[in-house]
């Protein structure tokens, strides 16, 4: 039985309580996670505070800035098989998975650690002949960083990676759902050498955890990657402290597959779309939206290469499909599927609880042609279901895609390059990828619309996120300041 802590002020820690984390492969409880409760994160906070006006850390270049982050880069590289084995086991993730995106995510660190001392100011051009002006960009000051249990390493990165560039101190908060990995990491911060309380690692529950953090007085910004209801409760927290809110809520992404395409192509990225990470993803290519005259053979054949996958343990490196996160999250998709079949919905494959131990689910696929009501169209279910509808025209196709109050990530199938751009431009949401899925880079920034949210995260708009401007005035006569009581 594995026992983890948490890590604040630069000291590992117990916390007030300890919980059971289940390895979801299994169903059996695998290790001890802390609590954090209210004192836990008021010191947290205090912590961040005080580091933020420490001169071992405010008193550092960002150029100094940037060589730490780069050291935590090489640490992360290095410790990516033992944080890639410990999220399979917490989470299911399958390790194939884990593995490749945690290599790639020390990336992320080197991009900030580069971009730290090239925030730069700049000079106005104002409209005074005795006057100089100039902008100057300060870090915003103590960051809540809440973060999911899917991808918690990168989506940790994408926030305490600009955050910590720009030279904000950070609170991250791991879900309760599967923290291991984070607290993990907490480790590698202590070993790269960032000062006590730069960077602090709790978890805990919602109401003396999550909404303690998200109200606090001395939090100036709030990053949050999660579920739209949980999003509004931090706003309306946000206004006890009237911090800057940045929000990443998942969606529910359509996949428009014209009959122009490459079919193979389409077919391949259309199964890593919803059907890689047990369909566990914010961007998860949930909706396909297929030109009508292939539908028939595109479902074929989609459903002919589904059945194929390799479900199985995630810890095997030949597993291509792994078990939900939770218990809940499974019933929640069965309830789904199953209304959305009492509503007329076709079931094409999948749509059972899988028999055995562990909270496996299979792929599913449901045909929703004429069936614009079904449940599993609407509802965002993070997990493998795909719902499928048609369309004739390119305007229908836009309109469908358009249909929901998310706006996320998209993906267009399509050979005529005209019409690509014409999509790019219509559909409503922060990512398109065109005749491609799930791509990323920590150049590329992204994020929402709607519902899935506001504010970006990578590239140098999410390092921008993290400053506030200060203007800066300079009178450069040498004559003394007329007295504003004399006219003249």
Not at 18 to 24: A, E, K, L
Request: proline letters at 5%.
């Amino acid at each position: 039985m594995q026992k983890f802590q948490l890590y604040i002020n630069g000291q590992f820690e117990n916390g007030a309580a300890q919980f059971d984390s289940i390895n979801p492969a299994t169903g059996e409880i695998w290790a001890k996670m802390p609590e954090a409760r209210t004192d836990e994160v008021n010191r947290a906070v205090d912590a961040a505070e005080q580091a933020f006006y420490n001169a071992s850390w405010a008193g550092l270049t960002a150029t100094q800035r940037g060589k730490l982050l780069y050291k935590l880069a090489d640490l992360v590289e290095q410790a990516a098989p033992r944080l890639a084995a410990l999220e399979t086991t917490d989470t299911g993730k399958i390790i194939r998975e884990t593995s490749s995106q945690i290599a790639y995510v020390a990336e992320y660190y080197r991009y900030y650690a580069g971009l730290a001392d090239k925030l730069e100011g700049s000079l106005i051009p104002v409209d005074k002949s005795d006057m100089q002006a100039w902008l100057v960009r300060e870090p915003v000051g103590v960051v809540a960083a809440i973060v999911p249990w899917n991808s918690q390493l990168f989506l940790s990165a994408v926030k305490l990676g600009p955050a910590l560039a720009a030279g904000c101190t950070v609170i991250l908060k791991a879900s309760e759902e599967a923290p291991a990995p984070l607290l993990e990491f907490a480790k590698l911060i202590d070993e790269a050498g960032f000062p006590a309380g730069v960077v602090n690692v709790i978890t805990g529950f919602g109401p003396e955890c999550g909404a303690v953090l998200s109200a606090h007085p001395k939090v100036a910004h709030i990053a949050f990657t999660g579920g739209p209801e949980t999003a509004k409760h931090i706003v309306r927290n946000s206004a006890e402290n009237l911090a800057k809110v940045s929000l990443e809520l998942g969606g529910k992404s359509p996949f428009i597959v014209f009959a122009d395409t490459d079919m193979n192509s389409a077919l391949n990225a259309q199964i890593a779309a919803i059907f890689a990470a047990t369909g566990q993803s914010c961007v998860a290519g949930s909706r396909l939206l297929i030109e009508a005259s292939i539908k028939d053979e595109f479902l074929q054949r989609l459903s002919e290469r589904v059945q194929r996958i390799k479900m199985g343990l995630p810890d095997d490196m030949q597993t291509e499909y792994g078990p939900l996160c939770t218990l809940k999250q499974r019933e929640k998709i069965q309830q789904v599927v199953q209304r959305s079949i009492e509503q007329g919905a076709k079931l094409i494959t999948g749509g059972q609880v899988c028999a055995g131990a562990g909270y496996y689910y299979p792929p599913t696929i449901l045909d929703c042609t004429g069936v614009p009501d079904a449940q599993s169209i609407h509802t965002e279910l993070f997990g493998p279901v795909l719902s499928v509808d048609t369309f004739i025209t390119e305007a229908e196709a836009i309109q469908k895609a358009n249909s929901t109050p998310y706006g996320l990530a998209s993906g267009v199938f399509t050979s005529n390059l005209n019409r690509a751009h014409r999509m790019t431009r219509a559909i409503r949401a922060g990512i398109v990828w065109l005749n491609t899925y799930r791509v990323v880079s920590p150049l590329a920034p992204f994020g929402g619309y709607g519902l899935s949210g506001h504010g970006r995260e990578g590239g140098l708009s999410a390092a921008l996120e993290y400053t506030t401007t200060k203007t800066v005035w300079l009178r450069m006569s040498d004559q003394p300041i007329d007295d504003p009581f004399v006219m003249r």
